[in-house]
């Protein structure tokens, strides 16, 4: 071979290996590895609705998981996604190229999160609750829960809609809105409320949500799963029959305060329609999120019966129950003195 043609041979090895490099190079900073976590569930990445693309940047780099972020801004530049960022919560799993991650955030391929409540008393407790796992504050789910004319249009009020919404585990996009919550729980308790549940309430000649009224109020006279049905059971009777309810926790709602723990003659002269003592019937809404177990306590109550009870005087959290007054007067006398030998004046 000639001295020129191996010149030229040389040079056209060099410039394939310097091609093959180059090649490389690109495929690597679009398909190779560009994620690092030991974490077998990935690292959590927050974005917030509507980011620019520095603050993912900038996010990017606090998580820690990003290897070269410059290979991808590059990625991400050439794919159009630094144009229009999606907010949301992303898991970065290790191994994960630009390519893969870029794609998982232009298509806006959150990870949903659990969203957990329940034993909530009021709209200010469930906000609280909701901010702790989505991305809106609590004074904007609060918002919402009170927005009379957004609840109109699903059929509730503000005073009704904690009687819509059913404590459980939710799975939820970290950036949905308060409203898409609320519409989401009014999605679950269509689904609740099954045409053999409507049934029986239509039996008792009870609303929904005035199952979910007296679920309520159940669940709060009493701590004791097997004694709902019971409690339940009482509350029908008196309802059936015309007889005030006289429900301690209407008291507490009404004063605003249910870590009383003993109800005064005073307290039952407070003017509110949630005085059950004071006004007949159903209180205007629940006082409290009723518990699935509380509406499923009304729905198949317990048949007996029973109009009056009155906490044990061994604080077990059961009830003592009684056909007639003069029985009750004797159950009632009996926790009043354990009251007093307990100094539990208030």
Same mark, same amino acid.
């Given at each position: 071979?000639?001295?020129?043609?191996?010149?030229?041979?040389?040079?056209? *090895?060099?410039?394939?290996?310097?091609?093959?490099?180059? /090649?490389?190079?690109?495929?690597?900073?679009?398909?190779?590895?560009?994620?690092? *976590?030991?974490?077998?569930?990935?690292?959590?990445?927050?974005?917030?609705?509507?980011?620019?693309?520095?603050?993912?940047?900038?996010?990017? &780099?606090?998580?820690?998981?990003?290897?070269?972020?410059?290979? @991808?801004?590059?990625? /991400?530049?050439?794919?159009?996604?630094?144009? /229009?960022?999606?907010?949301?919560?992303?898991?970065?799993?290790?191994?994960? =190229?630009?390519? %893969?991650?870029?794609?998982?955030?232009?298509?806006?391929?959150?990870?949903?999160?659990?969203?957990?409540?329940?034993?909530?008393?009021?709209?200010?407790?469930?906000?609280?609750?909701?901010?702790?796992?989505? %991305?809106?504050?609590?004074?904007?789910?609060?918002?919402?829960?009170?927005?009379?004319? @957004?609840?109109?249009?699903?059929?509730?009020? =503000?005073?009704?809609?904690?009687?819509?919404?059913?404590?459980?585990?939710?799975?939820?996009?970290?950036?949905?809105?308060?409203?898409? @919550?609320?519409? +989401?729980?009014?999605?679950?308790?269509?689904?609740?409320?099954?045409?053999?549940?409507?049934?029986?309430?239509?039996?008792?000649?009870?609303?929904?949500? &005035?199952?979910?009224?007296?679920?309520?109020?159940?669940?709060?006279?009493?701590? +004791?799963?097997?004694?709902?049905?019971?409690?339940?059971?009482?509350?029908?009777?008196?309802?059936?029959? !015309?007889?005030?309810?006289?429900?301690?926790?209407?008291?507490?709602?009404?004063?605003?305060?249910? *870590?009383?723990? +003993?109800?005064?003659?005073?307290?039952?002269?407070?003017?509110?329609?949630?005085?059950?003592?004071?006004?007949?019937?159903?209180?205007?809404?629940?006082?409290?999120?009723?518990?699935?177990? !509380?509406?499923?306590?009304?729905? #198949?109550?317990?048949?007996?019966?029973?109009?009056?009870?009155?906490?044990?005087?061994?604080?077990?959290?059961?009830?003592?129950?009684?056909?007639?007054?003069?029985?009750?007067?004797?159950?009632?006398?009996?926790?009043?003195?354990?009251? #007093?030998?307990?100094?539990?004046? +208030?």
């Amino acid at each position: 071979m000639s001295k020129k043609a191996t010149v030229i041979l040389l040079i056209i *090895t060099a410039l394939l290996a310097v091609g093959l490099w180059v /090649a490389l190079n690109f495929y690597n900073r679009i398909f190779g590895s560009n994620v690092s *976590t030991d974490r077998e569930q990935g690292v959590e990445l927050y974005l917030p609705s509507n980011p620019d693309f520095q603050e993912v940047l900038g996010l990017l &780099q606090h998580s820690g998981a990003i290897d070269d972020l410059e290979g @991808f801004i590059w990625v /991400a530049r050439r794919k159009g996604y630094s144009d /229009a960022p999606k907010g949301g919560r992303y898991l970065l799993k290790n191994g994960m =190229s630009n390519n %893969e991650l870029v794609n998982m955030l232009r298509a806006g391929l959150q990870a949903p999160v659990n969203v957990t409540f329940n034993n909530i008393r009021t709209h200010q407790d469930l906000a609280g609750q909701l901010a702790k796992r989505l %991305e809106s504050d609590s004074s904007a789910f609060l918002q919402a829960l009170t927005n009379t004319e @957004f609840l109109k249009e699903l059929g509730f009020e =503000s005073h009704t809609v904690l009687g819509m919404i059913l404590p459980n585990t939710y799975q939820m996009y970290w950036t949905t809105t308060p409203e898409g @919550f609320i519409k +989401r729980m009014h999605k679950e308790y269509e689904r609740f409320w099954t045409e053999e549940r409507m049934q029986k309430a239509s039996e008792l000649r009870l609303t929904p949500i &005035q199952i979910a009224t007296l679920a309520s109020i159940v669940d709060e006279e009493t701590i +004791r799963e097997d004694e709902k049905p019971r409690v339940a059971g009482l509350y029908l009777n008196r309802l059936d029959k !015309g007889i005030r309810l006289q429900a301690d926790p209407t008291i507490k709602f009404a004063m605003g305060d249910f *870590t009383v723990q +003993r109800i005064l003659n005073k307290d039952l002269l407070i003017d509110s329609p949630y005085n059950t003592y004071k006004y007949a019937g159903l209180p205007p809404g629940p006082i409290r999120m009723p518990s699935v177990s !509380g509406i499923n306590a009304v729905l #198949n109550h317990e048949q007996h019966d029973y109009l009056y009870m009155c906490a044990k005087d061994d604080f077990s959290g059961y009830h003592a129950f009684a056909k007639t007054l003069r029985q009750h007067n004797v159950n009632a006398a009996r926790y009043r003195q354990a009251l #007093n030998r307990g100094r539990i004046y +208030r």
